[in-house]
Each structure stands twice: as structure tokens, then as C-alpha cells.
């Protein structure tokens, strides 16, 4: 699978971790950055992510900031982009399952690395189910965004 995978100052460290667990795992690592702890504002790494979904350059994506909030925020702003902040294996799964989230939010702030491995790997490893009541709540929110979308964007 290709991953898109950024980070801000604070998640520099399990970004790089992840990058070279998921490359150990098989996956195609599109790092957007930072590759370094020096400042950086976190819309930035999502809007890059959230550019590599939107251009077909990545299947997925994985984004890290201090507390994992401040980016889910922010990709959540783009068309497409379904993304959530997960503390949990279950959670990391089930949103794939059931709201095909796309994009995934980290707090290195708030977990530690074999954590972060572990809710990236039971993000990857699930599907949509696409279940007809799934589908239709997908549909649903599809209908909200849609509704706010320009059309240039």
C-alpha cells in the first residue's frame, strides 16, 4: 500500500520510526516531512497529506503532530479526506471499517512508538466494509461536505 506520512516538529520522531516500520512491512512511504525538530505549522503537514489522497499519489495516510488533534482538524478541512484521532486498536480499525476513514492522526505527545505501530498496522489492515447501512451514513456525510465544496477545489 502507499502511504502518505507526515509530521510536525513534535511527531518528527515517530514519524521516522513509522516510516521505517512500514517500509519494513512492505508498504510505499511517501515522506512529506518535517525531517527535522525544527518548527513547523501542523495545517502544513496535513494540507501535504491530504494533497497526496487527493492526487491519487497515496492510498492512505498517517499524520503526527503533539497530540494528534490539531492535525486531525486540519485534514478533516479538505474534500475527500476522512480522518481521526486514534488512542486504540479498535478505533483505528473500525473507522476504516465502518466511516472508510483515510487518513490517520497520532499524538506523539500521547502515545509511544510501539503504540503508534501497532494502531497503524490495524489501520492498514482494514477495509470498508461497505455494508448498505454504513454506505448510507458514508453518503450522508459525502452529502455534507458536498454541500460545501466550491467548485474549484
Known sequence: MRIALAADHAGFEMKRDLAAALRGDGHEVLDLGTHSTAPVDYPDCAAAVAAALR??????GVIVCG???G???AANKFPGIRAALCHDSYTA???VEHDDMNV???GARVIGPALARDLTTA???AAFSGEERHRRRLDKILAIEAQFVRPEQ
Open 55 to 60: 492526487e491519487a499519489r497515496a492510498d492512505r
Open 104 to 106: 490517520l492522526c497520532l
Open 71 to 73: 492535525v486531525s482538524i
Open 67 to 69: 497530540s494528534g488533534a
Open 123 to 125: 489501520f492498514l489492515g
Open 93 to 95: 480499525r473500525q473507522a
